[in-house]
């Protein structure tokens, strides 16, 4: 296309690159206002226990109230935040949000839940994460054992002898800690023990079809198997249907997550979800 335009005329963008690169930069834009115009909020999905169907806590999902794309997605703008930087500061929003929310509910008289917090790799990184997070929690005076860090197993297997020590220090101020998407990144087994973990999250992809995929089955089968033998929790993402939860009710899964009991909620909606699912607990 280029050539055709003759020596010495190069055209290095068509139309459509020109079209993208811009739509690109107004997106870069928005999102660096986005902090400052308070655009940002957090939904929260309850994570449940499988035998007894009680809410053991929730993890909050980072929603973009955009004034004219209405609710956007994180896959939508996060690794755009990754490159830019504005992570951090993002992420510092999110965890200072969740934490203090979660403070608030405790001092509704709520019951004391933990609440999930997802961690970049970009964030994982940032100097004295360990220190920052407990500043966080002093600042807003939430117990440590009411947050959950959430990472992936390739965030942790990038340096990871780095990572072992950032996590013992989470981990010594009574932070949990969870693999999150576990079973898609890494195959190596061996970081599992080297790691100060408290949680396998299976990934959403190994419990759609396990009620029929006898392959599915036999890996979530396997990971609870390995999770419960290294004395760690096990929880099974995006569980939508009873079959679903009966089969891992039946494999001994711990707890799960999914739109079979929510979907994440805007902060009032969840409100009315943890009333309501205390009623029921109590009438049991
Ligand atoms: P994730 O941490 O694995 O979160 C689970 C995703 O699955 C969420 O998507 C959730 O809404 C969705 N989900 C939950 N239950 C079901 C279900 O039953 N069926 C289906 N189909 N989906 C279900 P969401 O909220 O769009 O988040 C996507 C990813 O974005 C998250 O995956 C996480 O990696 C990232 N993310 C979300 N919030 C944050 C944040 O505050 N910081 C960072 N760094 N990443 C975040
Ligand atoms: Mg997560
Ligand atoms: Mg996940
Ligand atoms: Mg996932």
Redesign the pocket.
Known sequence: HAKRMGRGNYQFFTPEMNAAASARLALEKALRRALDQREFELHYQPKVDVKSGQVLGMEALLRWRHPERGLVPPAEFIPLAEEIGLIGPIGAWVLETACRQNRDWQQQGLPKLRVAVNLSAVQFRQQNLPEFVAGVLKDVGLDASCLELEVTESVVMHNAKEAAQILEKLHAQGIHISI??FGTGYSSLSYLKQFRLDTL?I??SFVRDISSDADDAAIVRSVIALAHSLRLGVIA??VETSEQLAFLESLDCDEYQGYLRSKPLSVPDFEAFLRDAIGAEAAV
């Open positions: 999150d998407d999250k990934d959403r993402e995006g």
